[in-house]
């Protein structure tokens, strides 16, 4: 595709339970990034990925949170024992060199019940 | 810490009225960003503001920067009720223990609202 492609779209989850969010960036961007985006707020930075280098993890708030990327390729983040805190869209995005602009795919809403 | 704050959050504006929201941030970047997010949608990126002193434009909006002040401005001309969104900017400050890459710090974002 064209653009940063995320799935799912939305997601209803109870608290406890683990989901796992996708990201399939732009082909040939070797930067990928996750974000976090609370209702009515700025997004905070999560993880930040870069080729086959070691993942900038600095932004993850717990460790529940994990991410994986394969290369240059999908990734996914997975929230473990979701809190309703967690609820959020989180947004991925790609850029094609590290200080590149980056572009968002549309998110994944996550509501926690 | 760094903070990225802009005034106004909420902005009601009269079509063909000008108007600027501000964006302060509290450490030093090379490079600052303007994006504008419709409802449910994703970000789209307007701007990108790499010195001091840079301006730029696209049609009705227009954004500063002053790396001195620590400042940059987005300023609306005239405006439209296309122009209804929110509106962000978000400083680069780079990664984990000086590493160069898109680490953006984002504003709480001004939400815009154009009535005839």
């Known amino acids: 595709g064209a653009g940063v492609s995320q799935s799912p779209s939305n997601k209803v989850t109870e608290k406890g339970k683990d989901v796992e969010l996708r990201c399939d960036p732009i082909?040939?961007?070797?930067?990928l990034y996750w974000y976090r985006q609370r209702l009515g707020q700025g997004l905070e930075f999560l993880i930040y990925f870069q080729g086959n280098s070691a993942p900038d993890k600095s932004g993850l708030p717990s460790d529940r949170f994990s991410a994986e990327r394969t290369g240059e390729s999908v990734s996914t983040l997975t929230i473990q024992r979701t809190q309703q805190e967690d609820s959020a869209v989180y947004l991925c995005a790609s850029s094609l060199y590290p200080k590149g602009e980056l572009f968002f795919g549309e998110g994944s809403r996550l509501t926690v019940l | 810490e760094l903070k990225v704050e802009q005034n106004p959050l909420f902005l009601s504006m009269q079509e063909g009225k000008n108007y600027t929201i501000y964006c302060n941030y509290s450490t030093t970047s090379d490079r600052l960003y303007w994006y504008r997010q419709d409802p449910g949608k994703s970000l789209e990126s307007l701007f990108v503001l790499l010195s001091n002193g840079a301006v730029k434009q696209e049609g009705r909006l227009m954004a500063s920067l002053d790396t001195k002040a620590r400042l940059s401005t987005l300023h609306i001309t005239a405006a439209v009720h296309d122009l209804s969104a929110t509106y962000f900017c978000?400083?680069?400050?780079?990664?984990?223990?000086?590493?160069?890459?898109?680490?953006?710090?984002f504003g709480q974002g001004t939400i815009l609202t154009v009535h005839p």
């Open positions: 978000a400083v680069d400050t780079g990664g984990a223990g000086g590493t160069s890459y898109g680490k953006l710090t």
């Open positions: 082909s040939g961007h070797t930067a």
